[in-house]
Each structure stands twice: as structure tokens, then as C-alpha cells.
């Protein structure tokens, strides 16, 4: 390879990692980045601290070294590190804890059950976050004009709808913008912070941690409450690890180290300075920063950040929604594409609008950020807990960590999550216990479908004849063949799936050729497409079909079919093929397998889910249902 060769290819490689970068920034740090709005003034507005020199400097401390063990220890350096074949989150970790214990049912089962409590807590900061930022930086046009103070709400109101309706439409041409928005927020952070920084430049002595100590020291039960307030200067920290499938790892902790850290922690430095020479600015220390011509210019920098900010946790919810659909902890929900080159970008319209709604009583309910920091930090902090539970499994069972590392990793992290979700317990009874009942009500949607659907295949699983029965049946007493191909699905490719023996015993015909087709999804993100299809021919013009998905791919029957084509293993021709499905109609059980009021929810559940067809994408005129009747 020449030289110019080697050049131009090291060349477009950092462009690529500077691209990656660029968009990481935009999407990954929209919440996290906006924290700056919010945390001075909670900490010293809403626990009444004094901002007297220590003080001042003892919640600088603090908050430096949470961003610091939270987020660049924690995330950046440790986590991050367990991926899943590239992917990050919560449900990628799960995936990874279950592989450490595979083979400890009861072990997997609690993995199983904190990651599942953890996704559903994701929702619960999916309402309080958009409502929490935007109502943020709203509340800067009082600051520029009291007057405007009634008008606040509406226009919170306002943004959010208009935020919600743009979904549908898609995000692909506005999120080209995200990430030079964020860049100029960030540097605009910077920039404001370090006004005040070089006329106090002592507030910089705030990265010693015996300031964070002495607060303490002083405070005490005072002072570990505040840490209720600091913790939301690392809400947000989490989707570092929740978005490394998308731009990878060196990406974010690029974006991190060299921008985002260093700016939002100026402008930390800059409001406690500021606080210093004019305590009155505690009522909106960040706001106050800006010259008083760059009010409303801030104001609305702010909001377009909030709304990058509130894009990225709506987004996370349709993914995550479309992620338990395919591992089957939720019943197929319609959702589209709004995007033809990104298969990520989806609209899911029962999730947005329920979102929404939630939203909307939230403003309505708190009406101010202050009262709504009351809501905010529990659920994050809870999610970061289980986050380092499931991380401990894996270091310990699959990176073969010794015991006393293994411990001094959970110890040490554990303290400091630890620390935070008790400091955050005291906001349940003023407003906490919103995000903790919604995650509640969502953990208690996708545990009860997992077990109802549990219940109807091993109800249906016990009640099928053995497949090689079956076909040696066949030989003595063989049925009338016609043209063409039967695809049965089932769930048990072992046995007989009842749609088949419904239309032998119904229509007295058999395809001349037979596929039962099992629709696996593995605990990866993504299956390759040279591992997706396993066929097996079997006797009698049977053939046994395994496709397998990961949980971030989606499912599309046809293209298999297709790919089977074209790789000569066997010919379909879709006009000849048709789709059989069963369509069960559920009664409750003598001995239900479930408490009656779960079985109640199942049931409506179930009776709501979409269809098969739809979500497997086969072709409504190639389908036939046939109706069986199941107890669980």
C-alpha cells in the first residue's frame, strides 16, 4: 500500500471518528448537558443551604467528584466495557448478567427481574425528564421579564406537544442538527462559567475533596439530604452506555473527556461563583450567568437543548419498547418506520401519546422545576444501582475478576449509588413516588405478559402430539397432498402445531411441502445473516425452520424466505406459499396459573396485542388463522 493510500485512509477515519463524535454529542449528552439548568439552584434554593465560601465550595466538590465516579469511572471507564457484541444498556447487561449464570435458573431469574424493573424505570424518567428540562429553561423568560411568569406553563405546554407530534413525523432531518446545537450549548456553558471563574478563580480549589468532606462534617443529616440536589448534575449519565451501540465507545469518551465534562463542570464553577459575589442569584443562578441582552437568546438555547435533550429519552422509550416485544415481555404493539436508511428510527404511537399525557399532568401537577426536582433522581438513581448489580456479575462470572476485585468494584460503586438513592428516598413522599409507581405499573405490564404467555405455551406445549408420531402416522394412512407450501408457526418444533392438525382435520389435505417455522430471539443485539436460518428437511415432505433475531433486529418472514430462495436450499414462491397461525382464544383455568387480577390483565392484554402477520410483515392475503381454545 502507497503512502498517499495510507494517508487518505487515516484521513477518512478521523473524519469518521469525528463525524461519530460530533453526533454522539448531540444525542448521547442532551441530558446530562442540560443539568446545569437546575442543580445550583436546587441544592442551595431548595434545602435553604447558605451560600457561604464553604458551602459553595463544598457542593462544587461534590458535585465534581460525582461526574467524576459516576460517570467517567463508573460509565466511561468500567461499564462500558461490558457490551454486548457492541451494544450497551440495560437490556444488554441483563442479556450479558444471564449469560455469567447460565445454567442457575434461580440466579437468572433475579438478573432477570432487576434488569426488567430497571427498563421499566427508564420509563418513568422518560415523562420526568422532558417536563423537568423544558419547564427549565422556560422559566428563564422570568428571570428576563417577571411579568411573564403565567405564561411559563402554557408555553412548557406548548413545546412539549409540539415535541410529541413531531415524532410521527420523524427525526432523521432535525437530528442532523443535534449535534452542532449541542456544540454551541456546550461551548456556550463554557464560556459563561469561565466569566466568572477568572474574577474568582479560587472556586477552581473546589476539585479537593476534603471541600465535599467538610460539608458534610458541617451539615451532616443536612448536607447527605443536599445529595438529593447534586444527583442531578448525573441524571442522564446512564445513556452513555445505553447509546455505545450507536456511535461506539471511543466516540463518547471523546465527546465526553473533550468537551462535555469540561464545560458543564465551568459552568458549575462559574454558578457557584457568581453565588459568591451575589447571593440573591440563588433563585436562578444559571440564567443570572448571561449578560442581560443574552437573556432571551439563552432562553431559547435552552429550549432547543431541552428538547434534544427530551428527544433522545422518547426515542430510548420506543426502542426499549420494541426490545421487550422481541424478547416477549410486551404484546406486539403497532409501530413505524420513519426512516427507509436507519432501521433504529421507529414511531411507536401508543407509547408517545401515553407519554405525552403523562407529561402534561406532570406540568400541570408540579408547575415549576423546583417543586418537580422533588420527582426527579430516584428513578435514575435506582436504575444506576442495578446497573452496578448486573455489571458485578459479569466481572465476576465472565471477566474472571477475583473475588477481592470483584467486591472492591461492587463496594465501591455501590457506596456512592447507594448514597444517592437514599438521599433521593426523601423526595418519594413530595413527588417521588410518581416515577416509582409509573416504573411500577410498567414492571407490573411486562413481568404479567412474560408469565401469561409462559402459561399458554406450556398449557399448549403439553397438549401437542410428538412430530416424528405424527409423520410415521402419515405413512399408513396417508392424506390427500395438494400443490404448494404450508408454513405452520410454532413455538414447540418438536411437536405438531395445532393449526396443522385443524386443517388436516377440517380441509382432509396436506401441503405437498411442510415448514414449521420457529422464530427464535437470542440474547444479542443482532444475529448475522449467516447465522439467521437453520433448515432441516425431515420425512414426508416435512421441513423444520429456525429463524433466529436479536433483540434490536426485526423480524421480517418474507425476506428469509427470499434469502432461503436465492441460497438454492429450498424454492418458495410466495403465491404459493401460505402462512398458517393459530389464534387462541384464552379461559380462565379451574387452578389459575396466576393471581386472578393478573390473569384479568393478561387476558385484556392479549386481547389488545397486534397481530402476527403484521409484525412477522407476511402478507395478509398469504395468511389463514385457525381458532383454538387454551386454559391457563
Known sequence: MSHDSTAHGETGSRRRLAALTLA??????????????YTMKEVFGGHGIPASPENVLGILSLVFWALMLVVSLKYVVFIMRADNRGEGGIMALTALANRAVAGS??????????????????????????????????????IAAPSLHPFVVPITLCVLFCLFWMQSKGTAKVGALFGPVMVIWFITLGVLGLRQVVDQPFVLTAINPLHGLAFFAEHRLHGFLALGSVVLAVTGGEALYADMGHFGRRPIKLAWFGLVLPCIYMNYLGQGALLLSSPDAVRNPFYLLAPGWALYIMVGLATMATIIASQAVISGAFSLTRQAMQLGYCPRIPYVHTSHKEIGQIYVPGVNWTLLLAVVAVVLGFRSSSNLASAYGIA????????????????????????????MFLVGFLVVDLAFVLACAVKIVDGGWFPLAMGLAVFTLLATWRRGRQLVTARTDSETMPLDLF????????????EGTGIFMTSAPMGVPRPLLHNLLHNKVLHERVVLLTVLTEDVPTVPEIDRIELEELDYGFYRLYLRYGFKDEPDIPAAMRQITEDGRLPFNMMETTFFLGRERLVPHIKPGMAMWREKLFFFMFRNAGSAADFFKIPPNRVVEFGTQVEI
Do not use: C, N
Open 24 to 37: 454522539a454529542t448531540g444525542i448521547v449528552y442532551g441530558d446530562i448537558g442540560t443539568s446545569p439548568l
Open 105 to 142: 435458573a434461580r440466579k437468572m431469574w433475579w438478573l432477570t427481574v432487576l434488569g426488567l424493573f430497571g427498563a421499566a424505570l427508564f420509563y418513568g424518567d422518560g415523562v420526568i425528564t422532558p417536563a423537568m428540562s423544558v419547564l427549565s429553561a422556560v422559566e428563564g423568560l422570568e
Open 380 to 407: 435514575v438513581t435506582l436504575t444506576m444501582l442495578i446497573d452496578t448489580l448486573l455489571a458485578f456479575v459479569v466481572v465476576q462470572h465472565l471477566w474472571k475478576w477475583s473475588m477481592t476485585r470483584g467486591l
Open 471 to 482: 409423520i410415521s402416522s402419515l405413512f399408513h394412512s396417508p392424506p390427500r397432498r395438494v
